[in-house]
């Protein structure tokens, strides 16, 4: 069946250092891969898209690598701030017929200590 | 503008009632999602509309989960004679487009307790 792996549940760091998530993938070939951002007692947020034939995406602070051999994403936070602290979810999608069925992981919970 | 609404906002009902979770997408948004959280888990896909019929409601766990969308925006999930497994989070989002790789919306979720 279906698999999608967040690395950990949780990950704590400190301020200032680069944050790095994984997201794991298996017997599954997603078209595309997205990033979401979620607070407690909020919907999730969207932050980043990348697609298959994509290597990597930046966005701001942020970077999400694509491996598609390896059935992974990487997902950077650079300079990582108290604020990052949230639950942090990939999600992906397989495109055409399966419009709008994204599957997401269960999240990696991300703690930026000052 | 406004961003996706969801009433209510926390719904307590009995074992065996019904229930109905009401969505208002962002406006001029075609295409609306359901999904559903539990405690510690990704929110799980239930149902997709692009306008207003149901492209995908391969998610919707069985009969008693229902869906509607009469007019292509507001949206209605409804469920029969809920149990008390069906206790989550209900989220809804909407996307600008059709294609799958649009960004979603989400709404804050209706917390729904069944007793």
């Known amino acids: 069946s279906q698999k999608i792996e967040q690395n950990s549940e949780a990950l704590n760091i400190q301020e200032g250092k680069t944050a790095t998530l994984t997201c794991n993938y298996t017997?599954?070939?997603?078209?595309?891969l997205q990033w979401y951002r979620q607070d407690p007692g909020r919907g999730p947020v969207f932050l980043l898209l990348?697609?298959?034939?994509?290597k990597e995406k930046r966005k701001e602070r942020l970077k999400v690598t694509f491996d598609t051999t390896l059935k992974q994403s990487l997902f950077h936070i650079t300079a990582s701030q108290p604020a990052d602290s949230a639950t942090y979810l990939c999600a992906l999608g397989r495109g055409g017929g399966s419009q709008g069925n994204l599957i997401f992981g269960k999240g990696t919970k991300l703690s930026v200590k000052p | 503008g406004a961003g996706v609404s969801q009433t209510p906002s926390n719904k307590v009902t009995e074992k065996g009632k019904y229930v109905e979770l009401r969505c208002d997408p962002i406006s001029g948004h075609t295409a609306l999602y359901w999904y559903r959280q539990s405690l510690g888990q990704g929110p799980e896909f239930l149902i997709y509309f692009q306008g207003t019929g149901a492209a995908d409601d391969s998610g919707l766990p069985n009969d008693r989960f229902f869906a509607v969308r009469p007019e292509g925006s507001v949206s209605t999930l409804k469920i029969q004679r809920t149990e008390r497994g069906d206790s989550a989070v209900y989220l809804c989002?909407?996307?600008?487009?059709?294609?799958?790789?649009?960004?979603?919306?989400f709404g804050p979720g209706t917390r729904l307790t069944v007793l």
């Open positions: 989002a909407s996307s600008r487009g059709s294609g799958n790789d649009n960004e979603q919306f």
């Open positions: 990348i697609r298959e034939n994509e």
């Open positions: 017997n599954y070939s997603p078209a595309y």
